[in-house]
């Protein structure tokens, strides 16, 4: 299982849900300004319970955007080691934008997210309803690359094994229904392919 490095802007968001992340394929990081005297009980227990995979990183430097070079810094270190792994940077801070498109752009994954909640890896788990599991399908097939199903069966088996398999013939079938409407599958016969959107 591919590794998923989280990159908290802990000046610019202060999560609450940060326990959901204490599972082996998470790693999280959170970046500290240097006048932030303060960080949540919930965020340090969380932290302290993930042991090595979790660490705080503090600028050392007040000085403007000196905390997003931090990040940049760091998940440029971690991509040069581990280029496979998904990389998240937890942030409402547009700045970031640039960098992780230049990152995808040299087919890393990485994407900017603005709570917990949104890391497709927790989606999945709170996805009910077709309009909140479309999503989570789509960013998958986004990091698949050029290793997407290439069949209507294929596409069908990799949507439910995405859910852990819990998932009806109908609700796999309403999902494909749903993407083929939005333009980004396209089925042709047995044969699909795709048109994901710019940006995503």
Same mark, same amino acid.
């Given at each position: 299982?591919?590794?998923?490095?989280i990159?908290?802007d802990?000046?610019?968001?202060?999560?609450?849900?940060?326990?959901?992340?204490?599972?082996?394929k998470?790693?999280?990081i959170?970046?500290?300004?240097?006048?932030?005297?303060?960080?949540?009980?919930?965020?340090?227990?969380?932290?302290?319970?993930?042991?090595?995979?979790?660490s705080?990183?503090? /600028? %050392?430097d007040?000085?403007?955007?000196?905390?997003?070079?931090?990040?940049?810094?760091?998940?440029?270190?971690?991509?040069a080691?581990?280029?496979?792994?998904?990389?998240?940077?937890?942030?409402?801070?547009?700045?970031?934008?640039?960098l992780l498109?230049?990152?995808?752009?040299?087919?890393?994954?990485?994407?900017?997210?603005?709570?917990?909640?949104?890391?497709?890896?927790?989606?999945?788990?709170?996805s009910?309803?077709?309009?909140?599991?479309?999503?989570?399908?789509?960013?998958?097939?986004?990091?698949?690359?050029s290793?997407k199903? !290439?069949?209507?069966? /294929?596409?069908?088996? /990799?949507i439910? !094994?995405?859910?852990?398999?819990?998932?009806?013939? %109908?609700?796999? %079938?309403?999902?494909?229904?749903?993407?083929?409407?939005?333009?980004?599958?396209?089925?042709?016969?047995?044969?699909?392919?795709?048109?994901?959107?710019v940006?995503?």
């Amino acid at each position: 299982m591919k590794k998923n490095y989280i990159l908290i802007d802990y000046e610019n968001v202060q999560p609450d849900a940060i326990a959901a992340l204490d599972k082996e394929k998470f790693s999280v990081i959170v970046f500290v300004g240097s006048k932030q005297d303060k960080v949540k009980f919930d965020v340090v227990s969380a932290l302290q319970g993930m042991g090595e995979r979790g660490s705080y990183v503090k /600028t %050392s430097d007040s000085g403007k955007n000196a905390l997003d070079f931090h990040i940049a810094y760091y998940i440029g270190r971690l991509v040069a080691k581990e280029p496979d792994a998904h990389y998240y940077i937890l942030s409402k801070d547009t700045g970031f934008d640039s960098l992780l498109k230049h990152l995808k752009n040299k087919n890393v994954s990485a994407r900017r997210v603005k709570s917990v909640a949104d890391l497709p890896i927790i989606k999945v788990s709170a996805s009910k309803s077709v309009p909140d599991r479309v999503p989570v399908v789509i960013n998958n097939l986004e990091q698949r690359g050029s290793s997407k199903p !290439s069949t209507l069966k /294929t596409l069908g088996s /990799t949507i439910n !094994s995405l859910f852990k398999k819990s998932l009806s013939e %109908s609700e796999v %079938s309403a999902i494909i229904a749903e993407l083929t409407k939005r333009g980004i599958v396209v089925v042709n016969q047995a044969k699909v392919s795709y048109v994901l959107p710019v940006g995503h």
